[in-house]
Each structure stands twice: as structure tokens, then as C-alpha cells.
């Protein structure tokens, strides 16, 4: 980046720098000796008039004319012809064609009344072709051949072209040190952040990016910083995760141990103590089971929401037939399951998660109630969501924990969650399947008096 910076900024300055030296000087020679035609052809109205003044195209000698052009022409080291209209010379300031007939190109044209001028560049010399006409502008009465040397103006061109050159030249140096000492101001922040994220890659994780200096950069560095406080909680909540994994399928493992351990130190344990410990042993090895379906089911959430399987259904039907289900384990306990649906609800949803999702919440409400206690769940709808509430009238749920029963393995009463057969997974699976179905859930709970559960799914499932 720094290279490339410090390359287009070096092109930004240095190449018009360039252009404009090239342009201003090119420019600039063509506009001198535009400058001096128009001076020469102003001479030549001046001396052609006096010409016509005296007769001098006619014959008639005259010194002072002769004087003047040949002052003109000595003042810019050149050569003028004067011929009158019949090609005969008149003035030759080198002397070398008076009285002679000059039947040049440009002479004839001229007295055609076709001015000529022309800039050579070997001889750096312009000539041109003056028109001598007389008052009524009518009558050609003769030209004048001017050859003017534009060696003066050459010498201070290029003496103003060496002093630009000079100059442009110490802009580019200066502006290419002022580009290297940008590049480097704007890159600094970027190299200090390199640096800063390899540390955190090396595994320095308290530290924090910090960089000052242009706004953008410090969004860069909060964003960062942002994403480096969530990567810390997703990895502290994964190794919560794994140890209560670990912890969670070791306990039914253990008590398995246990159970085996005490058999073996009996050599003649009776045949009954073999049985009850073996149902023991049974019973840990379904709770093992349980907990790792669970977690399966967990795990499968967890992948993309490509694997839900949306379909129209009947929501009714499905509350419908959970309650079905469960109204044996809710009559064991001597527990009224009533349902109450306000209107017939179709939702786009994946059944076999949803039927999950809602049978972890109504076991939840008969496991965690009271003998002789009701669990009612109520289903409506509008134009937008369905809603579902799961209500009970069971011990309750302490407010310091309302947050956390989401959790995975969170429970609150671990002993009771462990008698009921509870993983501590159930709602963790729950709210899973309500985020992957774009809902929501809530909890309202009051300890000794009940707990309602809301759900809140839209009809239409939407792909995010
Ligand atoms: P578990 O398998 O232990 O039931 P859940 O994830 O389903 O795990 O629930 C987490 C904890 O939330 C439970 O252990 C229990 O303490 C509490 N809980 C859930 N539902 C209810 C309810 N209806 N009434 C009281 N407590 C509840």
C-alpha cells in the first residue's frame, strides 16, 4: 500500500509538473514569433507606404529608406528584397540582386496578392512576404521579402526554458519528498494495526487495538475491537460449553462406576442388589442417551438454516397432537392440559422442529408444576405473526435467572432438573428453533405462582 500510494502520488504531481512545462514552453515560442511576424509586417506597412510616398518602386533613389531598411534588417541580423511589380529588385540589403528580376515563388504570389509567412527551422529564421498596394488598395505596386533571424528570441527561450526546467525540477523533488513523507503519515495507522492484530493472532487477547489519528482509522479500530470482544465471548462460551459437555456426560459415567464398583467389591452380593443396580445402570445409561441426543439436536441447529424443512402447515394440528402426547405424562401427575386456539393458524415452518420446540416448552410446564396444576397453551394470530403462549401453574422461575434458563446446560434447581430427567438443553433448543424460524421468545415468570412462555412466529417464513 505504501509503495502504491507513494506511486500515484508521485504521479499526481509529477506528471502534471511535466505537462505543464511541456505545454507553457511550447506555447510560449510559438507565441513570440507569432509576435514577431506581426512586428515585421507592421514594419513593412510602414516603409511601404513611405516607398509609395517617394516613388521609390519607380526608381527613384531615396537614402533615407535605404537607411532605415537596412538599420531593420541589421537589428534583427536578416535580409530584405524590395521589388516593385515587375519582379525587378529595388533594395537587396546584401546587395547582391539589385536591379535584377526576381521571379521567385513567393514573389510571384505576393504580386498575386498572397501574403506568405514561414518559420524555418534549420535556419531558425522567419521569412515572410509583404504586399505593397497603393491607396486604393486596388493596385499591387510591388512586395517586400522579408528574412528575419529569430536567434535572439531562441537564446531567451531557451534560457527562460533551462530556468523552468530548473524549477520544475525542484518542485518534482520537493513534491516527491512530500509524497514519500505522506505515504508514510497515511500508512503509519495501518502498519501500527498490522502489528497490533498479529500480537492478537500470537494469542495476546487482552489486547486491544488502539489507533488515533484519522476518524476512518479509528472506526477501523473500534470495529475490530468489536469483533475481538465477540470472538472472545464466543470462545469463552465455547469452552464453557465443551467443559460442561464433558461434565455433563461424565456424571451418569460416574454413577455407572460407582454402581459397577460396589458389585464387584461383593463377591456375593445377592441376586436382588444385582438387579436393582443393574436397573440403576440402565436407567444412567438412558439419561447418557438422552443428554447426547440432545446435544445432536443442538449441533444440528447450530448448522445453517438450509436444513430446515419449511412447509405450509396447521398449527393447530400440530399443538393438537403434542398435547395428545404429553396428556398421559400430565395426568400422572394428576395436571390439566387444556388448549386454547383463537383462530385456525396455517405457518409457513419446519414441523419436526417446531413440534421440538413447542414439546420442549408444555414437558418444561407439566415437569416443573405441581400436583393437581394446570397448563394451558393458547395459540393466535394476525396478519404478520402467530403466537403461541405456554402457561403453567408451577413452581416458577427466579427473576435472577429468567436470562439464563436459555443457556445451554443452564437449570435452575439442578437436583429437581436431574429427578425430572432434565439436560438443561430443552429451551436452549427451543430458542434455536425459534431464531432459525426468524420468531421470538420471552419468558414471564413469578416464583410459587407460574410461568408463561410467548412465542412469536411470522406465517411467512422469510430467508435471511
Ligand atoms: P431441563 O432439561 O433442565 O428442563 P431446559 O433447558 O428445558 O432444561 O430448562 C432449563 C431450566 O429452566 C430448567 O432446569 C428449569 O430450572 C427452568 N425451567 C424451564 N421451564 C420451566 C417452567 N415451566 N417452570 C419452571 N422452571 C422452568
Same mark, same amino acid.
Given at each position: 500500500?505504501?509503495?502504491?500510494?507513494?506511486?500515484?502520488?508521485?504521479?499526481?504531481?509529477?506528471?502534471?509538473?511535466?505537462?505543464?512545462?511541456?505545454?507553457?514552453?511550447?506555447?510560449?515560442?510559438?507565441?513570440?514569433?507569432?509576435?514577431?511576424?506581426? !512586428?515585421?509586417?507592421?514594419?513593412?506597412?510602414?516603409?511601404?507606404?513611405?516607398?509609395?510616398?517617394?516613388?521609390?518602386?519607380?526608381?527613384?533613389?531615396?537614402?533615407?529608406?535605404?537607411?532605415?531598411?537596412?538599420?531593420?534588417?541589421?537589428?534583427?541580423?536578416?535580409?530584405?528584397?524590395?521589388?516593385?511589380?515587375?519582379?525587378? +529588385?529595388?533594395?537587396?540589403?546584401?546587395?547582391?540582386?539589385?536591379?535584377?528580376? !526576381?521571379?521567385?515563388?513567393?514573389?510571384?504570389?505576393?504580386?498575386?496578392?498572397?501574403? !506568405?509567412?514561414?518559420?524555418?527551422?534549420?535556419?531558425?529564421?522567419?521569412?515572410?512576404?509583404?504586399?505593397?498596394?497603393?491607396?486604393?488598395?486596388?493596385?499591387?505596386?510591388?512586395?517586400?521579402?522579408?528574412?528575419?533571424?529569430?536567434?535572439?528570441?531562441?537564446?531567451?527561450?531557451?534560457?527562460?526554458?533551462?530556468?523552468?526546467?530548473?524549477?520544475?525540477?525542484?518542485?518534482?523533488?520537493?513534491?516527491i519528498v512530500l509524497s514519500f513523507v505522506m505515504a508514510r503519515i497515511f500508512t503509519k495507522p495501518f502498519k501500527h494495526m498490522a502489528t497490533s492484530i498479529n500480537r492478537i493472532s500470537e494469542g495476546y487477547f487482552d489486547e486491544e487495538v488502539c489507533l488515533t489519528g484519522f476518524s476512518e482509522v479509528e472506526q477501523i479500530s473500534d470495529a475490530f475491537n468489536t469483533m475481538l470482544k465477540?470472538?472472545?465471548?464466543?470462545?469463552?462460551?465455547?469452552?464453557?460449553? +465443551?467443559?460442561?459437555?464433558?461434565?455433563? !456426560?461424565?456424571?451418569?459415567?460416574?454413577?455407572?462406576?460407582?454402581?459397577?464398583?460396589?458389585?464387584?467389591?461383593?463377591?456375593?452380593?445377592? +441376586?436382588?442388589?444385582?438387579?436393582?443396580?443393574?436397573?440403576?445402570?440402565?436407567?444412567?445409561?438412558? =439419561?447418557?442417551?438422552?443428554?447426547?441426543?440432545?446435544?445432536?439436536?443442538?449441533?444440528?441447529?447450530?448448522?445453517?438454516?438450509?436444513?430446515?424443512?419449511?412447509?405450509?402447515?396447521?398449527?393447530?394440528?400440530?399443538?393438537?397432537?403434542?398435547?395428545? =402426547?404429553?396428556?398421559?405424562?400430565?395426568?400422572?401427575?394428576?395436571?390439566?392440559?387444556?388448549?386454547?386456539?383463537?383462530?385456525?393458524?396455517?405457518?409457513?415452518?419446519?414441523?419436526?422442529?417446531?413440534?421440538?420446540?413447542?414439546?420442549?416448552?408444555?414437558?418444561?410446564?407439566?415437569?416443573?408444576?405441581?400436583?393437581?396444576?394446570?397448563?394451558?397453551?393458547?395459540?393466535?394470530?394476525?396478519?404478520?405473526?402467530?403466537?403461541?403462549?405456554?402457561?403453567?401453574?408451577?413452581?416458577?422461575?427466579?427473576?435472577?435467572?429468567?436470562?439464563?434458563?436459555?443457556?445451554?446446560?443452564?437449570?435452575?434447581?439442578?437436583? =429437581?432438573?436431574?429427578?425430572?430427567?432434565?439436560?438443561?438443553?430443552?429451551?436452549?433448543?427451543?430458542?434455536?428453533?425459534?431464531?432459525?424460524?426468524?420468531?421470538?421468545?420471552?419468558?414471564?415468570?413469578?416464583?410459587?405462582?407460574?410461568?408463561?412462555?410467548?412465542?412469536?412466529?411470522?406465517?411467512?417464513?422469510?430467508?435471511?
Amino acid at each position: 500500500m505504501h509503495v502504491r500510494l507513494l506511486i500515484s502520488m508521485i504521479a499526481l504531481t509529477v506528471i502534471p509538473v511535466i505537462f505543464l512545462q511541456a505545454f507553457y514552453t511550447g506555447y510560449m515560442i510559438n507565441h513570440i514569433r507569432a509576435n514577431r511576424i506581426d !512586428l515585421v509586417r507592421n514594419y513593412g506597412a510602414l516603409i511601404g507606404k513611405e516607398m509609395l510616398q517617394t516613388d521609390y518602386l519607380e526608381g527613384q533613389a531615396s537614402a533615407v529608406i535605404d537607411g532605415e531598411i537596412q538599420q531593420f534588417s541589421g537589428l534583427y541580423d536578416g535580409r530584405i528584397v524590395v521589388t516593385d511589380a515587375d519582379f525587378t +529588385v529595388r533594395m537587396d540589403t546584401y546587395g547582391m540582386l539589385m536591379g535584377k528580376k !526576381l521571379v521567385s515563388e513567393e514573389v510571384v504570389l505576393a504580386l498575386q496578392d498572397t501574403e !506568405l509567412s514561414y518559420y524555418d527551422r534549420d535556419s531558425d529564421q522567419v521569412w515572410l512576404t509583404y504586399v505593397i498596394k497603393d491607396e486604393t488598395e486596388e493596385t499591387i505596386r510591388g512586395m517586400i521579402l522579408f528574412f528575419v533571424s529569430c536567434a535572439d528570441l531562441t537564446e531567451s527561450h531557451d534560457i527562460i526554458l533551462r530556468t523552468m526546467t530548473l524549477v520544475m525540477i525542484s518542485v518534482g523533488l520537493l513534491l516527491i519528498v512530500l509524497s514519500f513523507v505522506m505515504a508514510r503519515i497515511f500508512t503509519k495507522p495501518f502498519k501500527h494495526m498490522a502489528t497490533s492484530i498479529n500480537r492478537i493472532s500470537e494469542g495476546y487477547f487482552d489486547e486491544e487495538v488502539c489507533l488515533t489519528g484519522f476518524s476512518e482509522v479509528e472506526q477501523i479500530s473500534d470495529a475490530f475491537n468489536t469483533m475481538l470482544k465477540r470472538l472472545k465471548e464466543l470462545e469463552s462460551s465455547r469452552q464453557e460449553f +465443551v467443559s460442561n459437555v464433558s461434565h455433563e !456426560l461424565k456424571t451418569p459415567l460416574t454413577s455407572m462406576k460407582v454402581l459397577a464398583d460396589s458389585l464387584n467389591m461383593q463377591p456375593d452380593a445377592p +441376586v436382588e442388589l444385582y438387579r436393582e443396580f443393574m436397573q440403576d445402570i440402565g436407567e444412567e445409561i438412558d =439419561r447418557e442417551n438422552t443428554i447426547i441426543n440432545d446435544l445432536l439436536s443442538l449441533v444440528k441447529m447450530d448448522k445453517t438454516e438450509a436444513d430446515l424443512n419449511i412447509a405450509n402447515i396447521s398449527i393447530n394440528d400440530l399443538l393438537e397432537s403434542i398435547l395428545k =402426547r404429553l396428556k398421559p405424562i400430565a395426568a400422572k401427575k394428576n395436571i390439566e392440559l387444556v388448549l386454547e386456539s383463537y383462530r385456525t393458524v396455517t405457518a409457513e415452518c419446519d414441523e419436526v422442529k417446531l413440534t421440538l420446540a413447542l414439546s420442549n416448552l408444555v414437558e418444561n410446564a407439566i415437569k416443573y408444576n405441581i400436583a393437581g396444576g394446570w397448563v394451558k397453551v393458547t395459540l393466535d394470530s394476525d396478519h404478520k405473526y402467530f403466537y403461541v403462549t405456554v402457561a403453567d401453574s408451577g413452581i416458577g422461575i427466579p427473576e435472577e435467572y429468567q436470562e439464563k434458563i436459555f443457556e445451554r446446560f443452564y437449570r435452575v434447581d439442578k437436583a =429437581r432438573s436431574r429427578e425430572t430427567g432434565g439436560t438443561g438443553l430443552g429451551l436452549a433448543i427451543t430458542k434455536n428453533i425459534v431464531q432459525m424460524h426468524n420468531g421470538a421468545i420471552k419468558v414471564v415468570s413469578k416464583e410459587d405462582e407460574g410461568t408463561t412462555f410467548s412465542l412469536r412466529i411470522p406465517l411467512t417464513y422469510i430467508k435471511q
